[in-house]
């Protein structure tokens, strides 16, 4: 069988009757508490070399799409810088052993990127562990799905918080990398399917993520000119540890089943979206797209 045919049987066996076992974490959740362990292409993904002595640094790359995205880039010879919580470290390092085993160079950057003055830091750290910077991929999120849905169900600590941390430190890691990005280089950012979809039970995070895909558009507009290309991707519902540690275990069992391919993705299922976006050659010509990846899911 061909590689892409054994990766196509690999990343959808799991879990083709939708749903996973009802299952719940505290954020921000941990990759090794998951039943299931979710698919990042730890077997299957296959490099060319689209990435050749680039550098990216990765927000969330700890785990779910950020750990499929920094295995993938290792696996086309990038060298990855991971951005993380304190409280991650444990999948912070395996992520790391999985690029250094690809032969790239893994750098470490924990924070949490809620304040301003963390996004700053943590490029620095980035920047300096890599040498330089070619790719920010902006993957860090939060939502919250525990409690009464809509208007009534917001609290502030996690409006604040998904705020903070999907749109702020966005415009804040985008700031910081600006200086640092030669014509070539290019922003990533993980939107969602909810900023064309909007559930009741997320209403502040779809807003965020359809603040982003507006950013992203701006953005490509406002740095085209310097020879830099700002994309999205748009996940549907994907296989990661923020779904157990921020829903309700009742909805994990029915997750991503009523997408229509019928299940939730894989992480691996959705890195080679990131691989296309950041390689200078494969999309030299794309930006300001958000590109969906989404088990059926509409992107427009
Ligand atoms: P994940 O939990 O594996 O990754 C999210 C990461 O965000 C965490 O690992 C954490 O390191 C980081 N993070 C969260 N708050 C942070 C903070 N304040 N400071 C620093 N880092 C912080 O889950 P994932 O699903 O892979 O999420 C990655 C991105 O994909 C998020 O932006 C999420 O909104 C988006 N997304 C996920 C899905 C899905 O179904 N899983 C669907 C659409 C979009
Ligand atoms: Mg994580």
Redesign the pocket.
């Known amino acids: 069988m061909s590689d892409i045919a054994d990766r196509a049987e690999s990343l959808v066996r799991h879990d083709d009757q939708g749903g996973f076992p009802a299952q719940q974490q505290e954020p ?2 941990l990759t090794s508490r998951m039943d299931p362990t979710p698919d990042h292409g730890e077997e299957t993904y296959v490099g060319h070399g689209k990435l050749e002595g680039r550098r990216a640094f990765i ?2 790359g ?5 750990r499929a995205v920094a295995i993938a880039y290792a696996r086309e010879g990038a060298d990855v810088a991971i ?3 304190p409280s ?1 470290q444990s999948d912070a390092e395996d992520t790391a052993e999985w690029v250094e085993n690809a032969g790239g160079t893994a750098v470490l950057v924990p ?4 304040e301003r003055q963390t996004c700053m830091r943590a490029v620095a750290d980035a920047v300096r562990g890599l040498g330089g910077l070619d790719i920010l991929v902006n ?5 919250w799905d525990r409690g009464p849905e809509g208007l009534e169900g917001l609290q502030p600590e996690h409006v604040e918080r998904v705020m903070r ?2 749109l702020h430190a966005v415009l804040w890691l985008c700031q910081a990398a600006l200086p640092h990005l030669a014509p070539g280089s290019s922003i990533i950012n ?1 939107t ?3 900023a064309y979809d909007p559930s009741p039970a997320l209403l502040d995070y779809a807003a965020t993520k359809a603040a982003l895909n507006n950013l992203t558009v701006n953005l490509a507009a406002s740095l085209g000119p310097k020879g830099i290309r700002v994309n999205a991707v748009a ?4 296989w ?4 157990p540690a921020t829903r309700d275990s009742k909805k994990i069992e029915t997750f991503g089943a009523d997408t229509p391919l019928g299940r939730a993705g894989q ?1 691996g299922e959705v890195a080679p979206a990131y691989v296309f976006l950041a390689s200078p050659a494969d999309a030299s010509y794309v930006s300001g797209t958000v590109l969906g990846v989404t088990g059926g899911g509409a992107v427009f």
């Open positions: 921000p959740g927000t969330g700890d785990s779910g799409i950020g951005g993380y919580l991650e924070g949490d990127l809620v993957n860090a999120g939060y939502h941390t999907n993980t969602s399917i909810q996940p549907g519902p994907i990661t540890p923020l779904q992480p």
